[in-house]
């Protein structure tokens, strides 16, 4: 197979070792090009919380695919997106019911700040183009996404330059925090269009959780100085922190709600950028200059709106959060071994995400191959091993995934890198 046209992400191709050929999936495995089938302790990127190959979303997409595969959105409209945008309006808290789709979690990232920046100026206010966000928080890859990144633990420290200046600060994890976020947002609020935050996990800034007490304490400040508040679910959404949004635990509505990853069960790209009433409002008038300037060619693809709609009656026919929360208990029993480790700062579990925080960056490319041998398919990043398995893993899948860990961390532990 001829793999050397692939420019592959996250990688130094010059010294990397080869990439693994996957050929097949099936359930929580994925099978490689010489027969090793591997637990997927990842669900591709935090995808495939309903495993691999549904039947109910293979159908679906088929006969979406018979059906009409794409038209654009510009003038025309169908029923795959009627329903999903109908269906994501009603399971999202508050009147969170205008959703705009596109292909990437990044995009729906940029989108939900050109929102926030164009809801001020179309009320008339000049001056509110910035946005806090928080140290360990990760948005995606484009410019305005990288821009409210954690600027070293980001990966985009590179463009430290070129990206737009945002006011990055801790995230509060008491009361005294608290009080200094509630002083800088009074500082910064006229420069402000909105606060980006992912709810209780930030996850690829390092897999760091916050409490829903201090999620609603973020919410209530911000809304307090009248700055939007725009929520990063596209990792946490669907089911992954136990709730099937993770700001629901914190009794939050934000103003705008990024989704995407598992928003089609990890088949098709899509994602969605989903705005209250109140920012959606201030979008009408009879002039164009108010309307939403922004189209993805491929928003709104039908086969991954008909994918979604088929995951979203899963989550509503098969018991996706009853699954979670026995994950997280096995997760919870399963890897406390490892938090009496040399070398292990901390062990946390959240939902169907378990993380092993190790106290150093370890050879990255050495942990990933014990993996492989254990036949697992796990890759930590930075200082965290971490799992986040389809939620339809079995038990058995599970604690193969929890030994490998808890195996191999072991091993490290004993001669770290
Ligand atoms: C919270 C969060 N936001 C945005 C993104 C970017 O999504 P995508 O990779 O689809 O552009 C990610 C991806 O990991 C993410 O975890």
């Known amino acids: 197979m001829a793999r050397e046209n692939l420019w592959l992400p996250y990688r130094q191709a010059q010294t990397a070792p080869a990439p693994q050929v996957a050929t097949r999936t099936e359930g929580a495995r994925i099978i ?25 979303i293979a159908a679906a997409v088929s006969a979406q695919l018979a059906q009409m595969p794409h038209v654009m959105l510009g003038g025309l409209v169908h029923e795959q997106a009627c329903q999903l945008g109908g269906r994501l309006a009603a399971a999202l808290p508050g009147e969170l019911e205008h959703v705009f789709f596109s292909e990437s979690g990044s995009v729906a990232v940029e989108v939900g700040m050109k929102i926030a920046v164009q809801y001020w100026l179309n009320r008339g206010v000049s001056g509110r183009t910035r946005f806090l966000s928080f140290r360990h928080g990760y948005h995606g890859d484009t410019f305005a996404a990288m821009s409210v990144c954690d600027p070293e633990e980001g990966m985009h420290r590179l463009f430290g330059e ?3 200046g945002q006011l990055i600060v801790d995230l509060p994890r008491n009361s005294t925090e608290l009080t200094e976020f509630d002083k800088t947002l009074e500082r910064h609020r006229d420069e402000l269009a909105g606060v980006i935050l992912e709810p209780l996990v930030q996850a690829a800034g390092g897999m760091k959780f916050h ?15 009248g700055v939007l508040l725009l929520l990063d679910e596209i990792a946490t959404g669907f089911g992954r922190t136990g709730s099937l949004f993770a ?20 088949t098709l790209p899509l994602a969605a950028t989903v705005a209250s009433e109140r920012v959606h409002s201030v979008f009408l008038s009879d002039t164009y200059e108010h309307a939403l300037m922004h189209g993805p060619t491929f928003a709104g693809n039908a086969l991954a709106c008909a994918a979604a709609n088929a995951s979203l009656t899963l989550f509503e026919t098969e018991p996706r959060l009853e699954q979670v929360a026995a994950i997280e208990e096995r997760l919870t ?16 579990v959240k939902g169907a995400i378990g993380v092993v925080q190790l106290d150093r960056v370890p050879d990255l490319d050495a942990l990933r191959q014990a993996f492989l041998d254990e036949h697992v398919w796990i890759r ?8 986040m398995p389809p939620f339809v893993i079995s038990e058995d899948e599970l604690e193969t995934l929890m030994r490998a860990v808890c195996r191999v961390v072991e091993r490290w532990s004993r001669a770290p890198s």
């Open 380 to 387: 930590p990043f930075h200082d965290v091993v971490y799992l």
């Open 247 to 266: 700001c629901e635990q914190a009794g939050v509505t934000p103003d705008v709600i990024m989704l995407s990853k598992a928003l089609t069960g990890g």
């Open 32 to 56: 490689l090009e010489d027969g090793r089938s591997l637990v997927d302790g990842i669900s591709s990127w935090w995808t495939a919380c309903h495993g691999y190959n549904h039947p109910v």
């Open 333 to 348: 029993e399963g890897l406390a071994p490892c938090s009496g480790l040399a070398h292990v700062a901390d062990v946390r």
């Open 211 to 225: 409490s829903p007490e201090m999620l609603a304490a973020i919410a209530e400040t911000v809304s307090k100085h």
């Open 162 to 164: 070129l990206v737009a």
